[in-house]
């Protein structure tokens, strides 16, 4: 982070009680502030070096995970010693990915790097729950939300190749509002962190903390694989972070509203996404 990055995000503490507003609106609008002043800055820093090759983006990697991933008897990197590293190899470079699930990657990460790009893959299908999710993240945290869209609107696909794709061919709707908007999202950076879990499905099981990303060309870090849905939702607790009211309405695992459906009892988390599909991945992470 640059001085006038710390100075503007300094300007945070510079509203409370006293100054005749409510403090919690004079913090919200100096956070809308200083993001602005962030966000104008963020490219003078990227200037500031080239982006790195993928040979050389591939050497990070090696280097990561001699860093952080267990060796003999030391254990794994814990996620703030993940994104610390991930703060000093990329800055500016790097961004997260959020399905405005939950807060805490964001949060974890906006702790070390404030105002961090928070890409958010818009698909034009999302529940009216997590649109107002996304919109209480930027007034309660200290990141930038980035809306990544798909080329064609929901109207423009129905038109071109017939309305509810999702329910026809999922892959390709998938492919053509969520994977193929992120990949050309993250041309600008070389690093994104995600936060994908090992517990959440059997094909993200050894998910690792630092890989490299050949579809996207960039690095890929999951600072959370380790977790467990009770530490994600202990630490959203401690830290009173905006979630997702779906969760707590039944839905464990949330993604575009026609393919998302509440598991029925017994079943695991993810079994509402595509529900009766054989399908439980978008193609973002596996
Ligand atoms: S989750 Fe469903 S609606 Fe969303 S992009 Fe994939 S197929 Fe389309």
């Not at 696909?157 to 026809?168: E, I, M, N, S």
């Not at 690095?219 to 401690?238: F, G, L, M, Q, S």
Request: charged share 25%; glycine share 8%.
């Amino acid at each position: 982070m640059t001085t006038t990055e710390a100075a503007a995000i300094s300007s945070l503490s510079l509203s409370g009680p006293g100054s005749g507003v409510n403090p919690r609106l004079a913090r919200v609008r100096a956070r809308a502030a200083a993001r602005e002043s962030i966000r104008a800055m963020r490219p003078a820093a990227r200037a500031k070096r080239r982006r790195r090759t993928p040979g050389e983006l591939r050497a990070v990697v090696e280097r990561g995970q001699a860093q952080l991933n267990a060796c003999g008897d030391t254990p794994e990197a814990n996620a703030q010693a993940v994104i610390a590293w991930a703060v000093r190899e990329f800055g500016p470079y790097m961004a997260v990915a959020s399905s405005m699930q939950d807060t805490v990657l964001s949060h974890l990460v906006a702790e070390q790097f404030p105002f961090v790009d928070v890409l958010f893959g818009d698909t034009g299908y999302h529940f009216a729950e997590t649109l107002g999710t996304r919109g209480a993240v930027e007034i309660e945290l200290d990141v930038n939300v980035v809306d990544v869209r798909p080329e064609l609107s929901v109207a423009e696909q129905d038109a071109k190749y017939g309305p509810k794709l999702h329910d026809r061919d999922p892959e390709a709707c998938c492919a053509m509002r969520k994977v193929a908007p992120m990949k050309k999202a993250l041309e600008n950076y070389e690093a994104w962190a995600t936060g994908v879990r090992r517990s959440e499905t059997a094909a993200r099981a050894n998910a690792p903390l630092v890989s490299w990303d050949e579809r996207n060309g960039v690095v890929k870090i999951n600072p959370i694989a380790a977790w467990t849905d009770d530490e994600v939702a202990d630490y959203a607790a401690r830290h009173g972070l905006v979630v997702n009211p779906l969760l707590a309405d039944g839905y464990p695992s949330v993604g575009c509203e026609p393919c998302t459906a509440r598991p029925l009892p017994g079943e695991d988390a993810r079994s509402g996404r595509w529900a009766g599909l054989d399908k439980d991945e978008c193609g973002l992470h596996v």
